[in-house]
């Protein structure tokens, strides 16, 4: 099994204490965000959880917590976004400088195949154009080519619910021959300092200038830290040009105060204040929410290991 925490907000900035609650107590409580009256038990034990990919922006609250997840023998990655955005775009995220501080020391300590680079997403409007972001990009390699091998990008998606709070901000998603000067200069950049460069979800093919279309969940990249291969499948609950493997998410919707315009996962401000008030770093819930009637059922997983040692 595959552990996502979480694309539905950022546990390690936020919930790294529960986590690890979490991890010790061997088990989490999962809401069907369609039906709240659905919960699912699902084992956490090291035996079963294969690897956890771990979702963030913040990397700092986590890092004193690594040594504890190591001891109880879990293997993870974590998949790092890191833009070149202002607090008009991430109203709240914390400052910058001490972000990359932050992503430096988590590959120094865990390693730099274990971090990967999200610049994601692309966003081009009259206050970040092409050239922005190929300076940006640039200088971004430079400071972080020693701790990651492999940065992952992707363009602006302007979902129905975030286009409200994007307006008058993000006039349009990125068309089609920004995206291709994008990617081929990006090329570039990112193979000047060798670091592998990779979309996801993206519909345009950019293999002519090297780039793979990969997945963020990735079956060969928990291959390799794992030690074993594993009996992975597309994740087909994602969206359409999305290659992840299948994985069990245990975050929650409208939990993360990072404030970024064009997150699909947040509503509005004030229910999501409601909720982190409401969050119990001991409880087997992230959010503390569940109705009288409400059933519970034990989620059956298993792990994927194949039993085959990878050689890569």
């Known amino acids: 099994m595959i552990i996502s925490a979480s694309r539905r ?14 991890l010790k107590e061997g088990f989490v409580y999962t809401v069907n965000p369609m039906n709240p009256k ?53 109203h709240h995220l914390a400052d910058k ?4 501080e932050g992503f430096k020391a988590l590959s120094e300590k865990i ?13 081009i409007s009259n206050s970040f154009s092409v050239d922005y972001h190929l300076e940006q990009f640039y200088n971004m390699c430079c400071s972080l080519k020693d701790y990651t091998t492999k940065c992952i990008f992707s363009f602006v998606e302007l979902y129905a619910k975030i286009k409200k709070r994007t307006k008058d901000i993000i006039d349009q998603e ?38 793979r279309h990969s997945s963020c969940i990735n079956q060969k990249t928990i ?29 929650a919707y409208d939990c993360c105060s990072h404030g970024c315009v064009y997150c699909y996962a947040t509503s509005n401000e004030n229910k999501i204040y409601q909720n982190m008030r409401q969050h119990d770093r001991q409880s ?29």
């Not at 919960?39 to 771990?54: G, Q």
């Not at 390799?224 to 069990?248: A, F, V």
């Not at 819930?285 to 034990?298: A, E």
């Open 9 to 22: 907000t950022d546990i390690p900035a936020f919930y790294s204490d529960w986590i690890v609650n979490r």
């Open 111 to 123: 390693g730099r195949q274990r971090v990967i680079w999200r610049y994601d997403p692309v966003i």
């Open 223 to 251: 291959e390799n830290i794992i030690g074993y291969t594993i009996n992975g499948k597309r994740d087909l609950n994602q969206r359409p040009h999305c290659s992840c493997i299948e994985s069990i998410d245990i975050g």
């Open 284 to 312: 087997p819930l992230l959010l503390n929410q569940l109705y009288s009637d409400c059933k519970i059922r034990d989620r059956v997983v298993t792990s994927l290991k194949n039993g085959q040692v990878s050689l890569f």
């Open 38 to 90: 659905q919960v699912s038990k699902v084992p956490l034990t090291a035996d079963v959880v294969d690897c956890i990919v771990f979702w963030t922006k913040n990397a700092q609250p986590m890092l004193n917590k690594l040594d504890i997840i190591n001891a109880m023998g879990y293997s993870y990655y974590f998949q790092f976004t890191l833009t070149p955005y202002d607090h008009r775009i991430e």
């Open 174 to 211: 990125v068309d089609f021959e920004n995206r291709n000067k994008i990617a081929c200069a990006f090329s570039e950049i990112a193979k000047d300092h060798k670091l592998s460069l990779e979309t996801c979800s993206e519909k345009i093919d950019f293999s002519n200038y090297g780039i």
């Open 97 to 100: 400088a001490k972000i990359m």
